[in-house]
């Protein structure tokens, strides 16, 4: 078995009641930059907040690569309602040897509570099995994410690690969890 790669051929548009799943192009900076520059949407992140726009150019950059270099899919989450963009999601890394990918992705505030989350990934578990032909997908989430968490769980996600100060940012060690879901036959 070997993860199916004639998905990077094109671009793979997902569609669900709500959402367009497209890709990140330029025309998505504000958007990106927006939620990146939000504390709130950081706040589990080891990362810094977004800048400028130049920042968010230079990640959709480097999205874009790493579809064109087969490591990754990213997707920019669509409103069908209005065409406004509210997250990103997608495999920020594939395992090919393992069959296995990372997904990871983050949605705007304003969005939180509406499920769009869950609409979103479960389209992106979906593509995973059975057009790429995963065998598992792992998150890697904070502890303290409880949304993520109860995300993850109720999408049928175990989990698989803790790490003990597995992050460093900012001087600062943080905890970071592991969580996978197996493909079942």
Same mark, same amino acid.
């Given at each position: 078995?070997?993860?199916?790669?004639?998905?990077?051929?094109?671009?793979?548009?997902?569609?669900?009641?709500?959402?367009?799943?497209?890709?990140?192009?330029?025309?998505?900076?504000?958007?990106?930059?927006?939620?990146?520059?939000?504390?709130?949407?950081?706040?589990?992140? $080891?990362?810094?907040?977004?800048? #400028?726009?130049?920042?968010? +150019? =230079?990640?959709? @950059?480097?999205?874009?690569?790493?579809? /064109?270099?087969?490591?990754?899919?990213?997707?920019?989450?669509?409103?069908?309602?209005?065409?406004?963009?509210?997250?990103?999601?997608?495999?920020?890394?594939?395992?090919?040897?393992?069959?296995?990918?990372?997904?990871?992705?983050?949605? $705007?505030?304003?969005?939180?509570? #509406?499920?769009?989350?869950? +609409? =979103?990934?479960? @389209?992106?578990?979906?593509?995973?099995? /059975?057009?790429?032909?995963?065998?598992?997908?792992?998150?890697?989430?904070?502890?303290?994410?409880?949304?993520?968490?109860?995300?993850?769980?109720?999408?049928?996600?175990?989990?698989?690690?803790?790490?003990?100060?597995?992050?460093?940012?900012?001087?600062?060690?943080?905890?970071?969890?592991?969580?996978?879901?197996?493909?079942?036959?």
């Amino acid at each position: 078995m070997e993860i199916n790669r004639a998905v990077f051929s094109h671009f793979p548009v997902l569609e669900t009641r709500r959402l367009l799943l497209r890709g990140i192009g330029s025309a998505d900076a504000r958007e990106i930059w927006a939620m990146r520059a939000s504390g709130r949407v950081n706040q589990f992140i $080891a990362r810094s907040a977004m800048e #400028t726009l130049d920042q968010a +150019e =230079a990640l959709i @950059a480097r999205t874009m690569a790493a579809f /064109e270099q087969q490591q990754g899919i990213g997707w920019a989450g669509v409103l069908k309602a209005n065409g406004a963009m509210i997250g990103t999601c997608g495999f920020n890394s594939i395992d090919y040897p393992n069959l296995r990918a990372e997904i990871g992705g983050e949605l $705007a505030v304003a969005q939180w509570g #509406t499920h769009m989350a869950l +609409e =979103a990934v479960t @389209a992106i578990l979906q593509f995973g099995w /059975e057009a790429m032909g995963l065998h598992s997908i792992e998150a890697k989430v904070a502890p303290a994410n409880r949304g993520a968490i109860a995300l993850l769980e109720h999408l049928g996600f175990s989990k698989e690690a803790h790490f003990k100060d597995r992050i460093r940012f900012n001087d600062t060690f943080s905890d970071m969890a592991v969580y996978t879901l197996i493909r079942r036959p």
